[in-house]
């Protein structure tokens, strides 16, 4: 459920509706999914008039002023949106401009004068509010796993799995230490602009970076010359031969059991500088870097032609962290699954903020996150079930089994606060119940060596008991036999 | 281009002109459709490479398992995403007049043991309860992240097994064995938790094709060096080591995959035609039924290799750049760089000592339970057979 407050002023809307200020309108829609599976997206809308310092605030001249005089957005709760609806003919978007989404959780678009004026608002707003939060595709994107899909959409296969925690680590590769110099200040660089884009990002999962500098590191593939512009290039297909030879030497993997992402930054040697990444039509890409989903990112950063004048070798290179960072901080939303959303028609976009995600980004992000959450945590459990049904001589242990309860007491819990609109708990309860249902999966003690076909049990049985019951069973037949008689006996006699 | 060659091979060259301009048209749409069907949807690769036999005389299951270890390291998956179990030591065996080496080929041609073989599972930790718990994961979590399969439901698993086996069942290390049921279930185990995209799975045994007949689960893909009632044969001894070193199957997959690089488009199909019964005596068989793509379709480096899905990065975000903090750290990390000490090689052993040190004087147990009952025995049987009047003589 998502929560929108929507803001009317003073002239958005004809007076006999404003009367009617404020009530709550909730839409609801169910997003079918494949073979019957229905996801139910409920909008509350609350309406109510607009504020004192609010109309104060929206009546200056640009949105900017506007964003900056309104209330801090911690105040605004996780997955809620607030929309202002202003009047027609206000100068604080520009003319052709319906709608404005700004980086806050906040959205702006115009009222009309008509009678049918909460429809259409209120079909603008709707619009509004699913280019910020829930679409289709952001669902079935977290689905993905649990539903055949067709295999084709890169989109789908490229996030990340919802995981506990993260560790990104940032490598420098100089193959050619004779040539260059190379310095980077990557503590600045993380403490000034990864840093903050990863608090943001705090409520997905602990995070924690590391880098290292790796000499003599060369990339498997050789690039080729271009004559025509007298520089080395990658071929697009050769691209994916690139990762492997380096992936050996950075030692990424040994510290933690938590999902790495590698950013590789790689300095060319100087008999193949300047080296420029090409496309499949040929054309060298602007940001000279590519990534792998679920892997990394490499980018190739070329020495400044000018550092090679007249000194001589090692030419000291001074990377430009603003330059990598950007790029960097690109793949990383991209290989956490934050991609653009789809914007209603005529809407102004702002931009992102300075750390890198909008607020409302990040809740696309856990929202997906937490339905990916339910549905790994139930299909976990279904199948420990189902395993439990087949094999019937698995001892179940307490802690096992109170793991199990755990997590369907999360489970219960995170639905519930989903559908009541709170975001930050229910992805907790959801991230709780992912970590209880897998330690039950797999506790060590769960595994059955107990398979006994039946011709195995006869094999080992039968030449144990046989020879010892063939003289047993004789003997009692004999008992048998002989009480037999004498019962018989005491009759003849009388 | 494959539709413009075929075209232009079967129809009359009036035919063959109308319909070129179509032809560039739908080449490319067949490039495309070409291209999707290729890809797997895989991102990551995994091997678990096990050989189950002991004995010096069983070199040839280890040799055949370090050879396919080496092509899959050739062609990419690096060893954090093998696990590989060898259940015996040939390299350093005190039988092994080469030490520190197993060959494939005779006359000592191929060292597939090599510099850099990391063997996770080694001697008596290949059993089959670490088997099945490698497979689904059910480890316990202070073993160490190398003896792990950390795969996801985007992983394209090999799984390659060798040994001595037999109708149904695999044996391990003389004691133990492993049946097809049990690995089918793991395999289940494995699907219900997503921790394959699709299996390849291998074995060069005596009856192979028996262990793959029983699964059930989906995208598995299975070969055998052998159908049921048939045995693997061994392919050629080498007299300088006195064993044979390599099985027929693996010894010509094995120059079969000698032959693929990270890059090339060979497919499953040829896969399966490598070792006909003219070469390998027995049959090789392969299931391919519970696999959604065609196996001429898959590539062999979607198995044996790392190929890995990129996309060229093509958006940024803007940054401010903040040049003030930038040029201060700078200067501090020069500054830091001249104020550090020189390194001192630590103490680590105190040598003086241990040189020195007596011998310890290792503390007398009386003697167990079984050396008493051996005496027992012994002592009861001379007395019966000679009777107790010999026990004056004693005392």
């Known amino acids: ?494 | 281009m494959a539709d413009t060659c075929f075209l232009g091979q079967g129809c009359t060259t009036l035919v063959g002109l109308l319909l070129l301009p179509f032809g560039s048209l739908a080449a490319s749409q067949i490039e495309d459709q070409a291209e999707q069907l290729f890809r797997s949807g895989h991102t990551n690769n995994w091997a678990v490479l096990v050989c189950t036999s002991r004995f010096w005389f069983n070199y040839r299951h280890v040799a055949n398992t370090l050879s396919v270890y080496r092509s899959v390291k050739r062609l990419g998956i690096p060893d954090s995403h093998i696990v590989l179990m060898l259940a015996d030591d040939m390299a350093c065996n005190p039988r092994n007049p080469k030490p520190a080496t197993v060959f494939s080929h005779k006359n000592m041609e191929l060292n597939v043991y090599g510099d850099d073989v990391e063997v996770d599972y080694r001697s008596y930790e290949v059993t089959v309860e670490n088997f099945l718990r490698v497979l689904t994961g059910r480890i316990p979590s202070s073993t160490p992240r190398s003896k792990h399969l950390l795969s996801d439901d985007r992983s394209n698993i090999l799984i390659y097994m060798t040994g001595h086996g037999g109708n149904g069942f695999l044996k391990f290390q003389d004691s133990e064995e492993i049946t097809n049921i049990e690995l089918a279930d793991a395999f289940e185990q494995m699907w219900q938790k997503r921790r394959y995209n699709e299996l390849l799975f291998i074995i060069d045994t005596c009856q192979g094709a028996s262990m793959y007949e029983r699964f059930y689960s989906p995208n598995i893909m299975a070969l055998a060096s052998s159908q049921v009632g048939e045995d693997s044969l061994s392919h050629q001894p080498d007299p300088a080591i006195g064993v044979h070193l390599m099985d027929r199957y693996t010894f010509y997959v094995l120059e079969f995959l000698e032959e693929i690089n990270p890059a090339s488009q060979t497919n499953m199909n040829d896969l399966f035609q490598v070792c006909p019964k003219s070469l390998c005596v027995s049959t090789p068989g392969h299931r391919t039924d519970l696999f959604q793509r065609d196996p001429k379709n898959v590539l062999i480096t979607d198995f044996f290799g790392s190929v890995r899905k990129v996309e060229i990065t093509t958006e940024t975000i803007s940054l401010q750049p903040d040049s003030g903090i930038m040029e201060s750290s700078y200067k501090k990390d020069l500054m830091d760089e001249e104020l550090m000490e020189p390194l001192k090689y630590a103490e680590q052993l105190p040598v003086a000592q241990i040189i020195h040190q007596k011998p310890k004087l290792k503390d007398w147990h009386p003697p167990g339970g079984f050396i008493l009952g051996l005496w027992a025995l012994i002592i009861m049987v001379f007395f019966k057979t000679y009777g107790i009047k010999h026990m004056k003589f004693i005392f």
């Open chain 1, 1 to 494: 459920m998502v929560p929108v407050t929507v803001v009317f002023t003073q002239e958005s809307v004809p007076l006999d509706d404003q009367e009617k200020l404020p009530f709550t309108v909730v839409h609801e829609r169910e997003i079918p999914l494949k073979y019957k599976l229905k996801i139910k997206c409920r909008f509350q809308k609350a309406y109510r008039r607009a504020l004192d310092h609010e109309e104060e605030a929206l009546s200056l001249g640009s949105i900017q002023e506007a964003e900056t005089m309104f209330a801090e957005p911690s105040e605004q709760a996780e997955g809620s949106l607030t929309v202002y609806v202003i009047s027609e003919h206000s100068s604080l978007l520009p003319q052709d401009m319906m709608s404005y989404i700004g980086p806050k959780r906040m959205a702006v678009v115009r009222g009309i004068m008509h009678r049918e004026a909460f429809n259409i608002i209120g079909h603008r707003v709707i619009q509004v509010a699913q280019a910020m939060s829930l679409t289709e595709d952001v669902l079935a994107a977290a689905l993905a796993d649990h539903l055949p899909e067709d295999k084709w959409s890169s989109d789908k296969r490229r996030p990340l799995k919802s995981s506990l925690g993260y560790e990104i680590t940032f490598s420098l590769l100089n193959p050619d230490p004779k040539s260059h110099d190379v310095h980077w200040d990557i503590e600045g660089a993380v403490r000034r602009y990864v840093q903050p884009f990863l608090n943001a990002l705090r409520a997905v999962g602990n995070f924690s970076v590391d880098s290292q500098i790796l000499y003599y590191a060369v990339l498997g593939v050789n690039p080729r010359f271009d004559p025509a512009s007298s520089s080395y290039y990658l071929a697009a297909h050769s691209l994916p031969h690139v990762i492997n030879p380096v992936e050996s030497r950075l030692g990424s993997s040994a510290a933690s059991l938590y999902p790495v992402l590698n950013f590789l930054l790689y300095v060319p040697e100087l008999a193949h500088s300047p080296l420029y990444i090409q496309d499949k039509d040929g054309a060298p890409v602007a940001t000279n870097a590519f990534h792998s989903p679920r892997w990394g990112g490499i980018m190739v950063y070329n020495v400044d032609p000018k550092a090679y004048n007249g000194s001589e070798l090692p030419v000291r290179v001074k990377v430009d962290m603003v330059r990598v960072m950007e790029v960097f901080l690109a793949q990383l939303r991209l290989l956490f699954g934050i991609a653009q959303p789809q914007l209603p028609p005529k809407c102004l976009f702002s931009g992102s903020k300075s750390e890198g995600i909008m607020s409302w980004e990040l809740d696309r992000l856990l929202w997906a996150r937490s339905v990916e959450n339910l549905a790994t945590a139930t299909t976990t459990l279904t199948s420990l079930a189902q395993l439990l049904g087949k094999i019937s001589n698995i001892v179940i242990k307490d802690d096992v089994a109170s793991e199990v309860y755990r997590a369907v007491a999360a489970v219960q819990r995170a639905a519930e606060e989903l559908a009541s609109g709170h975001l930050a708990s229910a992805f907790v309860a959801s991230q709780e119940a992912v970590t209880s249902s897998e330690r039950a999966f797999f506790d060590p003690s769960l595994l059955h060596l107990l398979y006994f076909p039946d011709d195995q049990k006869f094999a080992i049985y039968i030449p144990l008991f046989l020879p010892m019951a063939v003289p047993i069973l004789l003997s009692l037949f004999k008992i048998f036999l002989e009480t037999r008689k004498s019962w018989k006996k005491p009759e003849k006699i009388d």
